[in-house]
T-cell receptor, first 118, second 112 residues
Framework: GAVVSQHPSRVICKSGTSVKIECRSL??????MFWYRQFPKQSLMLMAT?????????EQGVEKDKFLINHASLTLSTLTVTSAHPEDSSFYIC??????????????FGSGTRLTVV | DQQVKQNSPSLSVQEGRISILNCDYT??????FLWYKKYPAEGPTFLIS?????DKNEDGRFTVFLNKSAKHLSLHIVPSQPGDSAVYFC???????????FGAGTRLFVKA
C-alpha cells in the first residue's frame, strides 16, 4: 500500500532556531501534499497545500514566512518552522495525494512530527 | 465556521456491541466523505469513504451511511473490538479531493 514517510518523528529545539520536517511518498508520486497541525484534543488544521514546482497555498492565518514549504520533487515536501517559539510546539502531520488514485480513496498520512520548542 | 462537525468528543461502548459515530456537514458542495482512524502520536489512517451519489458503503465491520438531505453521515462499527479504541475523524472533500475539511474527532473507547 501507499506509504508516506515523515521525519523526524520527534524534535526538541531551542527558541529562535529553525526546524525542518520532511515528508516523502515512498511508492507513489504526489504532485500535491498537505501540511496539518494538530493541537491537543483538537482536530487536524490544514496549514498549507504544497504543490510540486510551485508556491504553496497557505490557509488563512498561517504565516508563510514562518512556515516555509518546499516541494521540489514529486516525492518530497519539506516544512521549515523558522525562528521557532514555544507556541509553535505542536504535532505536525503531512499527507500526500496519489497522482494516479487522486483523493478519492483517501490521502496517505505521514506518522507525524512532535515539535517541542524550549 | 465549522463546515464538518463531530458533536460527540467521546464515546464508550462495550466490546461486541455496535459503535455509532456521527458527523454533520454544512456545505452541500462536498462530494466525498471519508473516515480516518488515529492513534496517539501517529498520523491518521484512512478507514472508509463514501461518494455523495451513494447512501451506504460497507467494508467488513465498518459501514458508513450518508443522508444527503440531512447533511449527516455516520460510521457504524459492529462488532466493536478493544483495538478499535482510537480517535475517529470525519472528513469531507471536494471533487477530486483537492481540499479536505476534517471534523474535530470522536474518541472511541471499547471496553473489554
Amino acid at each position: 500500500g501507499a506509504v508516506v514517510s515523515q521525519h523526524p518523528s520527534r524534535v526538541i529545539c531551542k527558541s529562535g532556531t529553525s526546524v525542518k520536517i520532511e515528508c516523502r511518498s515512498l511508492d507513489f508520486q504526489a504532485t500535491t501534499m498537505f501540511w496539518y497541525r494538530q493541537f491537543p484534543k483538537q482536530s487536524l488544521m490544514l496549514m498549507a497545500t504544497s504543490n510540486e514546482g510551485s508556491k504553496a497555498t497557505y490557509e488563512q492565518g498561517v504565516e508563510k514566512d514562518k512556515f516555509l514549504i518546499n516541494h521540489a520533487s514529486l516525492t518530497l515536501s519539506t516544512l521549515t518552522v523558522t525562528s521557532a517559539h514555544p507556541e509553535d510546539s505542536s504535532f505536525y502531520i503531512c499527507s500526500a495525494r496519489d497522482n494516479v488514485l487522486g483523493g478519492l480513496y483517501g490521502y496517505t498520512f505521514g506518522s507525524g512530527t512532535r515539535l517541542t520548542v524550549v | 465556521d465549522q463546515q464538518v462537525k463531530q458533536n460527540s468528543p467521546s464515546l464508550s461502548v462495550q466490546e461486541g456491541r455496535i459503535s455509532i459515530l456521527n458527523c454533520d456537514y454544512t456545505n452541500s458542495m462536498f462530494d466525498y466523505f471519508l473516515w480516518y482512524k488515529k492513534y496517539p502520536a501517529e498520523g491518521p489512517t484512512f478507514l472508509i469513504s463514501i461518494s455523495s451519489i451513494k447512501d451506504k458503503n460497507e467494508d467488513g465491520r465498518f459501514t458508513v451511511f450518508l443522508n444527503k438531505s440531512a447533511k449527516h453521515l455516520s460510521l457504524h462499527i459492529v462488532p466493536s473490538q478493544p483495538g478499535d479504541s482510537a480517535v475517529y475523524f470525519c472528513a469531507a472533500s471536494d471533487t477530486g479531493g483537492f481540499k479536505t475539511i476534517f471534523g474535530a474527532g470522536t474518541r472511541l473507547f471499547v471496553k473489554a
